[in-house]
């Protein structure tokens, strides 16, 4: 069964400061990658998707993902937060055989002003 | 556009005691979804719908929970009798298509379960 891994569980950073959230996942089909985000006392609302073409793709609020298909890797990035990134950051992988969307485990991010 | 309604938004009840949770997907979406997020860990499936059919139920726990959408629209999640690691927060998720191969699933503010 497919799995998605988010290593890193809490992240504390001070604003400015460059953000790297890893993704890896199990499955070695062919899939479909997205991260997800929860700020405090919202639901959960798409933030950037991967499909095909470009590795390197890009979402709202400045966030961006690069998808390495060697490394079965997502990993999502921010050059410099804000204190509004605070929130909790969540993988999702589809095995597109078949067609279950698979969250990781999440990772909360708090940033200091 | 309204968003998806979730209610009730929190519900306290006891160990085998039963509860109901009512989804109202946006307008139109095909697809439906109830995920489990239990404190500490990603959303996890329990069951999707399509349309008024059930696509996937393999993660639900048949034996207490239920799920129905009998006229494709709204939806209802049913736990009898509850267990303690029941508690969770139950989010409901709708998308126009199959939303796992767009990926953009619209979920609403979730119902959070406490079982004592």
């Known amino acids: 069964a497919q799995s998605v891994s988010q290593h890193n569980h809490h992240v504390i950073l001070s604003e400015a400061a460059s953000l790297e959230l890893g993704c890896n996942y199990s499955?070695?089909?062919?899939?479909?990658l997205f991260w997800y985000v929860q700020y405090p006392g919202q639901h959960l609302q798409l933030l950037l998707k991967?499909?095909?073409?470009?590795?390197l793709v890009k979402g709202i609020k400045g966030f961006e993902a690069e998808f390495i298909k060697s490394k079965f890797s997502f990993n999502l990035r921010k050059p410099s937060v804000q204190w509004s990134d605070t929130a909790e950051y969540f993988c999702?992988?589809?095995?597109?055989?078949?067609?279950?969307?698979?969250f990781g485990t999440g990772t909360r991010l708090l940033v200091s002003p | 556009e309204a968003g998806v309604a979730q209610s009730p938004r929190y519900k306290i009840i006891e160990k085998r005691q039963s509860v109901a949770f009512w989804c109202n997907p946006i307008s139109g979406h095909a697809t439906l979804y109830w995920y489990q997020q239990i404190l500490g860990q990603g959303p996890k499936l329990l069951i999707q719908?399509?349309?008024?059919?059930?696509?996937?139920d393999s993660q639900l726990p048949k034996d207490r929970f239920s799920a129905e959408r009998l006229k494709g629209v709204d939806s209802t999640l049913k736990i009898q009798p509850a267990k303690l690691e029941d508690s969770a927060v139950y989010l409901c998720?709708?998308?126009?298509?199959?939303?796992?191969?767009?990926?953009?699933?619209?979920f609403g503010e979730g119902s959070r379960l406490t079982v004592l």
């Open positions: 998720a709708s998308s126009p298509t199959s939303g796992a191969n767009t990926g953009e699933l619209f």
């Open positions: 499955y070695g089909g062919t899939v479909n």
């Open positions: 719908f399509q349309n008024n059919g059930v696509v996937d």
């Open positions: 991967y499909f095909s073409g470009d590795p």
């Open positions: 999702a992988v589809n095995d597109v055989g078949f067609q279950k969307l698979v």
